[in-house]
C-alpha cells in the first residue's frame, strides 16, 4: 500500500454534515480531505424515489448556499442536485466510492486512515485529526430470522409503482414505514403493516397518523400489532401474533414484496478499531458535548456517527452545528495556518 501525503483532517462521509465539516475546514485553512463508500449525500439516494423532507430548505443548507426549491419542503431530487452543486461551487476534496476500513491513532503523532476503493484498491492516508462524519441509514436494523437475505426483501422503499395489484408487507410503524404503506396503498398495492407493538409510534408524524389509522379501519391496509417476524419465505411471512391476554396464534401473509423498515444504527466499528469506548447498550460514543471530541485526542464524531442506536436524537440541522464546533476546536488546535504554511 502507498502512504499519501500527511493532510490536517481527514473526514469520513460526504453526507450533509461531512460536506459541512469539509467547507468549514477550507475556510480554517485546513488541508483536509473527504472519503465516502458511495457517492455524495449516500444517504439521500437511498430514500424513497419520490420523497418530500419533513422539514423546510433553509434547514438543509450547508456553507450559506441557499437552496432553491419549488415549494417550502424539498424533494429528494432537489436535496441532491443541492449537495452536488455546493461540493462543485465549493471546489471540495471529497473522494466517493472509497471506503474507510480502519482509523488507527499514531499516539501523538496523528492517525493512519485506510482505505479501499470500489475496485478493491488499498490504500493509506495520514492526518493530524480525524472527523468521523459516516450517519447510519448504510446499516440497517437487521431481523436476523430465516429470510431475510431473500431478493424479494429490502431494507430500504424505493417506490410503489412496481407493486400495483401485488401482497406488500412492511415490517415497522415509524414514519417511514408508515409513508410507505400508504404510497404502496395509493399505487394499488395490497399492503400489511407488522408491528410488535401495540400501536404506530407516538413520533409518527401528526399529518400522517389519521390517513393511516383511516385506512387500517376501513380494511384498506391490514394491521398487525403485538407480532413478531419469525421467518421469510418466497411468497409469505411468518408472524407470531400474541395480543394481550390471548393465546399465540401463527399467521402467514401472502408476501410478494417484504420491506423491512425496522430503523438503523450507526456501527462502532471504526470507534473500536480506534480506541474509542462506547454504550454496550445503545453502543453510543464516549464524546465531549461542546467539541463532539472523542477520548481519543485529535478523533471526532459528528452528526449521527456517534450515536449509535440513537439516531432520533441527531438530525441534518443539529448535526451541522456538531460540523461547526469539531472543527473550531480543531482548526484552534491546529492554528488555523494555511495550507503554503504547512509542511
Known amino acids: 500500500m502507498r502512504e499519501r501525503p500527511r493532510l490536517d483532517v481527514i473526514i469520513v462521509g460526504a453526507g450533509p454534515i461531512g460536506l459541512e465539516a469539509a467547507i468549514r475546514a477550507k475556510r480554517a485553512g485546513l488541508r ?38 419549488a415549494a417550502d419542503k424539498p424533494t429528494r431530487k432537489e436535496a441532491l442536485d443541492y449537495y452536488r452543486k455546493v461540493v462543485q461551487n465549493e471546489a471540495l476534496e471529497v473522494r466517493t ?6 482509523v488507527e491513532p499514531r499516539g501523538g503523532d496523528g492517525f493512519v486512515v485506510s482505505t479501499r476503493d470500489e475496485r478493491g484498491a488499498e490504500a493509506e492516508l495520514r492526518a493530524s485529526a480525524v472527523i468521523l462524519a459516516s450517519g447510519y441509514f448504510e446499516y440497517p436494523k437487521l431481523l436476523g430470522v430465516p429470510g431475510e437475505d431473500l431478493p424479494h426483501v429490502s431494507h430500504y422503499f424505493d417506490e410503489a409503482h412496481a407493486s400495483y395489484a401485488r401482497n406488500v408487507t412492511l415490517v415497522g410503524a415509524g ?7 400508504l404510497e404502496l396503498h395509493r399505487a394499488g398495492a395490497n399492503v400489511t403493516i407488522v408491528h410488535r407493538g401495540a400501536d404506530f409510534r407516538h413520533s409518527l408524524k401528526y399529518w400522517i397518523r389519521p390517513n393511516l389509522e383511516n385506512r387500517v379501519a376501513e380494511g384498506s391496509i391490514t394491521a ?19 395480543p394481550p391476554g390471548q393465546p399465540l396464534q401463527q399467521v402467514r401473509i ?5 420491506y423491512l423498515l425496522t430503523g438503523y444504527f450507526a456501527p462502532p466499528h471504526l470507534l473500536h478499531g480506534a480506541g474509542v469506548p462506547t454504550d454496550p447498550e445503545t453502543l453510543a460514543a464516549v464524546l465531549d458535548p461542546d467539541t463532539f471530541e472523542t477520548p481519543v485526542a485529535g ?33 484552534a488546535r491546529l492554528g488555523s495556518r494555511s495550507t503554503t504554511q504547512r509542511r
Open 254 to 258: 401472502p408476501s410478494d414484496r417484504v
Open 32 to 69: 483536509y480531505q473527504v472519503l465516502d463508500k458511495g457517492p455524495v449525500a449516500n444517504a439521500i439516494v437511498r430514500y424513497p424515489t419520490y420523497m418530500l423532507f419533513f422539514t423546510t430548505s433553509e434547514r438543509l443548507e450547508i456553507g450559506g448556499h441557499p437552496l432553491v426549491t
Open 299 to 331: 478523533l471526532y464524531c459528528i452528526g449521527s456517527a456517534g450515536f449509535g442506536t440513537r439516531t432520533s436524537d441527531v438530525f441534518i440541522e443539529n448535526g451541522l452545528l456538531h460540523a461547526e464546533r469539531a472543527v473550531t476546536h480543531l482548526a
Open 175 to 181: 414514519s417511514s414505514a408508515a409513508d410507505a404503506a
Open 97 to 102: 466510492f472509497t471506503e474507510v476500513t480502519a
Open 224 to 242: 398487525h400489532f403485538h407480532s413478531v417476524v419469525r421467518a421469510i419465505g418466497r411468497d409469505t411471512v411468518l408472524v407470531d401474533k400474541r
